[in-house]
């Protein structure tokens, strides 16, 4: 209850003039500007609705000004990091693309200019639909990390990795990053499916000379406003999800009898191409997926979009985000060096920027929390700088992407807590990680081993062939797999 004051006249010779006397106030008696700035300054969205609820006076400011109260309760709340990548989303989502070119020159106005939204843009739908993505961000920031934290070999040692508020932003960024992704993916893919010609793609500086696939020279602005680092979080984002989903839809698929006669294998890897095309679904779509209650529920959140997926690669729309296009379009500038010098290739490297060949590669984050630890463990362990700075003799097999552990997400302290050594405090790439031996880096992780063996492949195999056979005779629906299992013991075994 809000008390206000009045100045009151004096009752007699006992009340000293001009004695301010306080009444209560009711919520219905409250100015209206005074119920907005306190609906406005709500903790969350469950104490807005519950305080929008509580009289009917308060309901109408809440309802008259809906749009406004909602945007600044939910977006004042987030993380500064996360809400400049939440903004970026938003904004590329409302971008309308008529040619390449015109992607191109959307991806460069909505990276310079103001990483803000403002509430006077929005409608009720689009807070809804930010507000859905949002939970989803949330949902998974927490998911990811704390299965390594409880399973994988490196990161589940006591004491040396944990989900800080600053790790937990990092997924956060990264995964809105990662639906700015699809947001453009699927845009790019939209107008080139109209017609579009690919040799209408903006002639200017490196991006002509990269691959003519469609996607790749506007993910090369794309990438050039995250560092590589930030890049590489959305690969490791990718083998995570799919590693958490998979389970989930492997099981609807034993079980649906439409998707489970069109697709007879699990997914069973974590860069599987199904993996990928349900990631291309949306965050939103995941989130429904991993907290659907029932069969019942399971089955309505992926028959709508159960054409959308597909295992076939060349039937995909999107693919495991593996390349960081801005840094391949730089060595495609280091080999035209070479070939106009008469260097060979890594001789070329070694000169590239001045004597420090990679760090020009690494690029500014698009938002520094001011921990070196994903950019100097990019440095010391992704597969490019070991393959660059080895020259191509060595390989990162402790970054292999069936084997993650999100290692760019992590800060330095815990980096070093684990047991790597000779990790540059700024990032730099100059010298190699030490890491000691019998770290648990070189033990494997596999969590969709189960699917891999050929009992589980010959039954999801059987399954199919069955389910095609109801299909043919008008059934539809829910198959009983663990009974087709039992019945068909014999027949797997020897199969």
């Not at 699809?182 to 017609?195: H, P, S, Y």
């Not at 690969?235 to 697709?263: K, M, Q, V, W």
Request: a negative charge; charged letters at 25%.
């Amino acid at each position: 209850m809000v008390i206000h004051s009045e100045q009151c006249p004096p009752q007699g010779p006992s009340i000293p003039e001009c004695e301010v006397i306080t009444t209560p106030l009711t919520l219905d008696q409250m100015p209206n500007e005074m119920v907005l700035k306190i609906l406005s300054t709500m903790p969350n969205i469950n104490s807005l609705h519950a305080f929008a609820a509580s009289c009917k006076a308060v309901y109408n400011v809440y309802e008259y000004n809906k749009v406004q109260i909602l945007a600044k309760v939910f977006l004042d709340k987030i993380d500064k990091g996360v809400y400049e990548e939440a903004a970026i989303t938003e904004r590329l989502k409302r971008e309308k693309w008529k040619d390449a070119k015109d992607g191109c020159d959307s991806i460069l106005r909505v990276y310079n200019s103001k990483r803000t939204i403002r509430s006077e843009d929005l409608t009720l739908e689009n807070i809804k639909d930010m507000w859905r993505l949002h939970k989803s961000v949330e949902y998974f920031a927490d998911r990811l990390p704390t299965t390594l934290l409880r399973e994988h070999p490196v990161t589940n040692v006591k004491g040396h990795f944990s989900l800080t508020p600053r790790v937990r932003a990092r997924f956060q960024r990264a995964l809105y990053r990662l639906s700015s992704h699809l947001i453009i993916i699927e845009k790019v893919d939209a107008v080139f499916n109209a017609g579009q010609d690919s040799r209408d793609l903006p002639q200017h500086d490196v991006r002509h000379k990269l691959p003519t696939r469609d996607q790749g020279h506007v993910l090369w602005d794309f990438h050039t406003y995250y560092s590589a680092f930030e890049v590489e979080q959305l690969s490791c984002l990718c083998s995570l999800l799919t590693a958490e989903i998979a389970p989930y839809f492997n099981d609807f698929l034993e079980h649906d009898i439409e998707l489970g006669s069109r697709l007879n294998n699990y997914i069973d890897n974590l860069v599987h191409p199904g993996g990928m095309s349900l990631i291309s679904l949306g965050l939103s779509f995941l989130h429904s997926l991993l907290t659907a209650a029932t069969q019942d529920d399971l089955h309505e959140v992926v028959r709508p979009v159960a054409d959308q997926i597909t295992w076939v690669r060349g039937e995909q729309h999107v693919a495991l985000p593996k390349l960081d296009m801005r840094n391949f379009g730089d060595l495609l500038e280091i080999g035209k060096l070479s070939a106009s010098s008469g260097l060979t290739f890594w001789e070329s490297v070694d000169l590239w920027g001045n004597g420090k060949p990679l760090d020009c590669l690494i690029r500014t984050p698009f938002f520094d929390d001011h921990d070196s630890g994903p950019a100097s463990a990019w440095s010391a362990m992704s597969s490019f700088s070991i393959h660059m700075r080895s020259h191509g003799e060595a390989d990162g097999h402790f970054n292999s992407p069936t084997d993650p552990w999100a290692y760019v997400f992590w800060d330095l302290k815990m980096l070093e807590n684990s047991g790597f050594g000779n990790l540059n405090g700024d990032g730099g790439i100059e010298n190699n990680v030490v890491i000691p031996q019998g770290h648990p880096i070189f033990n494997t992780w596999q969590p969709l081993q189960k699917y891999t063996t050929p009992y589980a492949r010959k039954n999801i195999i059987l399954s199919a062939r069955e389910k095609c056979k109801m299909l043919e005779r008008g059934q539809a629906g829910y198959f009983d797999f663990e009974t087709f299992c039992e019945n068909n013991n014999d027949k797997c075994l020897v199969y």
